[in-house]
């Protein structure tokens, strides 16, 4: 197979499987957003727990891991850059001095305010030339295949946490 000159765009969609074809628009969708966070100098998954931390307020290194289904080990590379930019900072629980609380700073929220106005853009892209109708639709659609992926009795998954709000 040639791979000159290959760009993703070229490739026959027509009858690319569902899966390859939702796979490779999500990958397009990272790359694009990772570009755009380049100068907040994190990943996504960074953004996620600022954006968790800016909801749900203050949280220890494992109930943040639990949220976002990795362990707490993982998280913690992600918390030292975090906190040496400036977005987070570490205080000893009230109650349990040997429980660290994580929370956001006041520069951590501007960076969820950016972030959010990322997303907005984002979405103006992926949905250009979308009625409001198909994108309703297109919602539905997706969330109806998420919950018959959660109920298929084959499918074994750590749970998925609520938002803060409703725990």
Known sequence: MKMDGFHPGNLNLDNMPMQMLLHQ????YKQYFIQL?????????HAGILVILNECGPRSQRELADMINVKPPSVTVALQKLEKLGYIEKQPD????????IQITERG?????????MIRKMEEILFRDISAEEKMLMRRLIMQMR?????????KMKRIHPPCSME
Do not use: W, Y
Not at 37 to 42: A, I, W
């Open 37 to 45: 966070m380049e100068p907040t100098q994190l990943k996504p998954s």
């Open 25 to 28: 628009t999500m990958h397009l």
């Open 147 to 155: 919950q018959n992926l959660l109920s298929d009795k084959d499918f």
């Open 109 to 117: 929220r501007e960076c969820v305010v950016e972030v959010g106005s």
């Open 94 to 101: 009230a109650k349990d001095q040997r429980i660290v609380r």
